[in-house]
């Protein structure tokens, strides 16, 4: 991965070579921003920057034997820690979905942990960076580096990690052992212990702008300039939402009916459809990530209707079904019920986020939806 490939960013991709090329480069750094701005993709290129054996001014040189390595995730130097869900093949360490890891990451950089979790088959089961995680992270970090000055352990999602392995790291990144370069890649820096960031330098990467987006729509996927502007303001700076808006996909459509089907209910006060909801909410279809993305696309889209209500046009991002939808619907969100309505979805988001059992918290969820959705 080269800086090249990475969206925008440009700022963010400067500073980080000139820590390298001055000679900064801190030992724990702190990558924390919004899902689909290039984190992990700009984790990875910083990565094999210092590593590369022929450095450019802009970029790594793509063409060493350690930025060779670097495109399929080999290099001996690079260790990658990321959250899963264990089953009875695996031993709670990265190392055993290794594979499948390089596999999806060499594919598409830029991915959300949904869509992770989709690939290794996860089912309904949460993300985790497990208590042996932290053992492995030191014995790796004990070994002599191979052909790199640093040896380097990019960990996505930390806020992810069980608290014990979030313990040990803590301990490892107060005494790091020499040329180690951790790099931490967050979306949630609140749910990471305190101690751990007070450790390390944090870089804040922004949302991709939109013109940007817009104009790499237009080169990559062959989209119109209109298409691509409207569909750059709808993601909002993450490239993320762009793919799925591009692809249409079906997870979209059904959080998108889920939404209707359950404001409809809440409309009717009809209380044995909203539990036959909560119900399908919960299936063995729904995994509790798949869970989080309706609750996320619940606050979007009641938001959007919010702001079409108040008739500020300029910052509604809908697409076409959407739009249709909320024509009719805006009315309903306004200024007395738009902070409970958000409220009840963010709520809802954290007790599943705490494994509250679903079929409650969306039951509850509904109740509550039809003390704000007034029939005219």
Same mark, same amino acid.
């Given at each position: 991965?080269?800086?090249?490939?990475?969206?925008?960013?440009?700022?963010?991709?400067?500073?980080?070579?000139?820590?390298?090329?001055?000679?900064?480069?801190?030992?724990?750094?702190?990558?924390?921003?919004?899902?689909?701005?290039?984190?992990?993709?700009?984790?990875?290129?910083?990565?094999?920057?210092?590593?590369?054996?022929?450095?450019?001014?802009?970029?790594?040189?793509?063409?060493?034997?350690?930025?060779?390595?670097?495109?399929?995730?080999?290099?001996?130097?690079?260790?990658?820690?990321?959250?899963?869900?264990?089953?009875?093949?695996?031993?709670?360490?990265?190392?055993?979905?290794?594979?499948?890891?390089?596999?999806?990451?060499?594919?598409?950089?830029?991915?959300?942990?949904?869509?992770?979790?989709?690939?290794?088959?996860?089912?309904?089961?949460?993300?985790?960076?497990?208590?042996?995680?932290?053992?492995?992270?030191?014995?790796?970090?004990?070994?002599?580096?191979?052909?790199?000055?640093?040896?380097?352990?990019?960990?996505?999602?930390?806020?992810?990690?069980?608290?014990?392995?979030?313990?040990?790291?803590?301990?490892?990144?107060?005494?790091?052992?020499?040329?180690?370069?951790?790099?931490?890649?967050?979306?949630?820096?609140?749910?990471?212990?305190?101690?751990?960031?007070?450790?390390?330098?944090?870089?804040?990467?922004?949302?991709?702008?939109?013109?940007?987006?817009?104009?790499?729509?237009?080169?990559?996927?062959?989209?119109?300039?209109?298409?691509?502007?409207?569909?750059?303001?709808?993601?909002?700076?993450?490239? /993320?939402?762009?793919?799925?808006? +591009? %692809?249409?996909? &079906?997870?979209?459509? =059904? #959080?998108?009916?889920?939404?209707? !089907?359950?404001?409809?209910?809440?409309?009717?006060?009809?209380?044995?459809?909203?539990?036959?909801?909560?119900?399908?909410?919960?299936?063995?279809?729904?995994?509790?990530?798949?869970?989080?993305?309706?609750?996320?696309?619940?606050?979007? /889209?009641?938001?959007?209707?919010? +702001? %079409?209500?108040? &008739?500020?046009?300029? =910052? #509604?991002?809908?697409?076409?079904? !959407?739009?249709?939808?909320?024509?009719?619907?805006?009315?309903?969100?306004?200024?007395?019920?738009?902070?409970?309505?958000?409220?009840?979805?963010?709520?809802?988001?954290?007790?599943?986020?705490?494994?509250?059992?679903?079929?409650?918290?969306?039951?509850?969820?509904?109740?509550?939806?039809?003390?704000?959705?007034?029939?005219?």
């Amino acid at each position: 991965m080269q800086f090249s490939q990475i969206i925008g960013q440009e700022i963010i991709k400067q500073q980080l070579i000139t820590s390298v090329r001055e000679g900064r480069i801190s030992h724990a750094q702190l990558f924390l921003g919004q899902e689909g701005v290039g984190k992990l993709a700009l984790a990875i290129a910083y990565a094999q920057y210092v590593s590369c054996l022929n450095k450019g001014e802009h970029d790594s040189c793509g063409t060493c034997s350690s930025c060779i390595k670097y495109e399929k995730l080999i290099h001996p130097d690079l260790h990658m820690v990321f959250p899963f869900a264990k089953d009875g093949k695996t031993k709670e360490i990265c190392d055993d979905l290794l594979p499948e890891w390089r596999e999806f990451v060499t594919k598409n950089v830029y991915f959300s942990l949904e869509q992770w979790m989709d690939n290794i088959g996860a089912g309904n089961k949460q993300a985790t960076i497990y208590a042996n995680e932290s053992n492995e992270i030191l014995r790796k970090l004990q070994l002599t580096t191979y052909e790199s000055a640093y040896k380097i352990m990019i960990i996505w999602l930390p806020e992810k990690m069980n608290i014990t392995c979030a313990n040990k790291l803590l301990k490892i990144l107060e005494e790091p052992p020499t040329k180690t370069l951790f790099i931490l890649v967050s979306e949630q820096v609140e749910k990471i212990i305190s101690t751990i960031i007070s450790r390390t330098q944090m870089i804040k990467i922004p949302l991709i702008e939109t013109h940007t987006m817009s104009s790499y729509l237009q080169a990559k996927h062959s989209i119109s300039k209109e298409n691509s502007i409207n569909i750059a303001r709808i993601a909002n700076g993450n490239y /993320i939402k762009a793919l799925s808006i +591009i %692809k249409a996909t &079906e997870e979209s459509q =059904l #959080n998108f009916t889920r939404y209707q !089907e359950i404001m409809r209910y809440a409309y009717k006060n009809d209380v044995l459809a909203t539990k036959k909801w909560a119900e399908e909410m919960t299936s063995s279809s729904m995994g509790r990530e798949k869970q989080k993305s309706f609750l996320d696309y619940a606050q979007h /889209i009641t938001r959007e209707c919010f +702001i %079409k209500n108040i &008739e500020i046009n300029e =910052l #509604n991002y809908l697409i076409d079904y !959407e739009e249709n939808f909320s024509s009719g619907f805006a009315r309903f969100v306004n200024e007395k019920n738009i902070q409970a309505l958000m409220d009840f979805f963010a709520d809802a988001a954290t007790d599943i986020e705490q494994n509250v059992q679903g079929k409650f918290v969306f039951f509850d969820l509904g109740l509550k939806l039809m003390t704000q959705i007034k029939q005219n």
